[in-house]
C-alpha cells in the first residue's frame, strides 16, 4: 500500500498521502488549479469518513516543496454494489488536478497501483473535463452550467419563456424562499422527494457534516407555500460558482411549482453574493431532471467518467437506469415514509 512517498521517474516529483497537517496546503492548490472543483477540497475526506465509514485515500504530488497534483479517492466496499475506488464518491466531480501531464500521469500510476493493493473491482476517475488517458468511458452523465449575470433581469430573460412561466405561477401562488439556519426543513422535504422518486435518502448526519465542513460555503434555501416548506436545496459555493447540490421538494410543491421558483431565488441570491456561475450538476441522458435542465436553456456538457478494471470483467453499472433496479425503484415509491428515512441511509451509503 502507498506509504509515505513514491517518488517520480523524473524530476524531483514525488506521490504522498495527505496528511492532516498537509490540508491546507492542499486546499490552496485547490482554489488555485482550473482544473479542481468544490469537490476536491480536503473536508470531503473527513465528510466521507464519519458520514458514511468509508476510508478515504487522498494523494498528492509533490515537488521541491510545493504540491503540483491531487487526486482524492475513497474506497467503497459493499455487498450491494461491490468494491471500489472512486474520486471522488457521493460527488459528481473528482480525478486529478495537476499542474501538468506528466504529474498527472504519476498520480494515475500510484491510484492504480493502490488498486490494486486493496484488490477492488474497479477504479473509477469523475473527470469533468477530458483526461489525456485513454481508459475506458462511459457518457451516460451530463453536466449543466451557464455564466450569470450581474443583473437579475438579465437573468430572468435569459429562462426560456415556458420555463419563465413556471416560475411567474409561483410567484403568483405566494411563494416565499428564504436561507434556513436549521436542518429539519430542508430534510423532512428532500426524504419526502426521494421516496417519490424512488431514491433511498442519505442520513441527516450526513448533511449535518456538510455543514460543519463548508459553514462559510454551504447553504440552505426552504420555499413555503402557506408557511408550509415545499420545496428545499443545500446549495455550495465554490470560487464564483454556485452548486445546488441537493434539492427537491413535495407533491404539494409541484402544484405550485415550486421547484423553478427554487432555483430562481438561488439564482437571485448567488449573484447577491458574487457568483458568477450557475452549475445544475449532473442528470442522466433523457431523464426527467436532465430535460428540466435543457429547458431553463442550459446545454448539456458530457462528463468524462474513466475506468480502470481491476479485478471486473465489465463497466459498473449501479445507475437508477439500470432495468435490474427498476422493480426496487417502484417499491421504494410505494413505502411509507418514516420506513424510508430508517432503511434508506444504509443502503444510500453504498451508492457512491
Excluded at 12 to 29: I, M, Q, T, Y
Amino acid at each position: 500500500m502507498l506509504n509515505g512517498t513514491h517518488a517520480g521517474p523524473s524530476r524531483g516529483c514525488h506521490v504522498k498521502r495527505l496528511e492532516p497537517p498537509d490540508a491546507n496546503r492542499w486546499d490552496s492548490f485547490v482554489q488555485a488549479s482550473p482544473q479542481a472543483t468544490f469537490f476536491h477540497r480536503s473536508a470531503w475526506s473527513r465528510v466521507i469518513e464519519q458520514a458514511f465509514g468509508h476510508r478515504c485515500h487522498y494523494i498528492y504530488a509533490e515537488d521541491a516543496g510545493q504540491i503540483t497534483g491531487i487526486l482524492p479517492l475513497a474506497e467503497i466496499k459493499s455487498r450491494l454494489f461491490g468494491h471500489a475506488l472512486i474520486s471522488t464518491p457521493f460527488c459528481v466531480y473528482g480525478g486529478i488536478a495537476a499542474t501538468d501531464e506528466e504529474v498527472a500521469a504519476q498520480l494515475r500510476q500510484a491510484a492504480c497501483r493502490l488498486a490494486q493493493e486493496l484488490r477492488v473491482e474497479y477504479l473509477e476517475l469523475r473527470n469533468r473535463a477530458p483526461d489525456a488517458c485513454s481508459w475506458l468511458a462511459k457518457d451516460l452523465y451530463f453536466t449543466f452550467r451557464k455564466p450569470l449575470h450581474a443583473d437579475h433581469e438579465a437573468n430572468f430573460k435569459a429562462i426560456p419563456r415556458k420555463q419563465r412561466a413556471m416560475v411567474r405561477k409561483g410567484i403568483e401562488a405566494g411563494l416565499k424562499a428564504e436561507a434556513c439556519a436549521g436542518l429539519v426543513q430542508f430534510y423532512d422535504v428532500y426524504a419526502e422527494s426521494l421516496r417519490n422518486l424512488g431514491t433511498p435518502v442519505f442520513a441527516r448526519r450526513y448533511f449535518t457534516l456538510l455543514r460543519e465542513a463548508f459553514p462559510e460555503d454551504c447553504e440552505i434555501t426552504v420555499v413555503t407555500h402557506d408557511e408550509k416548506p415545499v420545496a428545499a436545496v443545500m446549495s455550495f459555493y465554490f470560487r464564483d460558482e454556485v452548486l445546488p447540490y441537493y434539492g427537491g421538494s413535495t407533491a404539494a410543491g409541484r402544484e405550485v411549482q415550486a421547484n423553478d421558483f427554487m432555483y430562481w431565488a438561488v439564482m437571485q441570491k448567488a449573484v447577491e453574493r458574487g457568483a458568477r456561475l450557475f452549475d445544475y450538476g449532473r442528470s442522466k441522458r433523457d431523464t426527467g431532471s436532465y430535460h428540466f435542465k435543457k429547458h431553463w436553456g442550459f446545454e448539456p456538457e458530457p462528463l468524462h467518467y474513466q475506468y480502470q478494471l481491476v479485478r471486473a470483467k465489465t463497466l459498473p453499472d449501479v445507475s437508477p437506469v439500470n432495468p435490474k433496479y427498476r422493480l426496487f425503484i417502484k417499491a421504494w415509491q410505494h413505502l411509507p415514509l418514516s420506513v424510508s428515512r430508517v432503511v434508506g441511509p444504509w443502503i444510500a451509503r453504498s451508492l457512491g
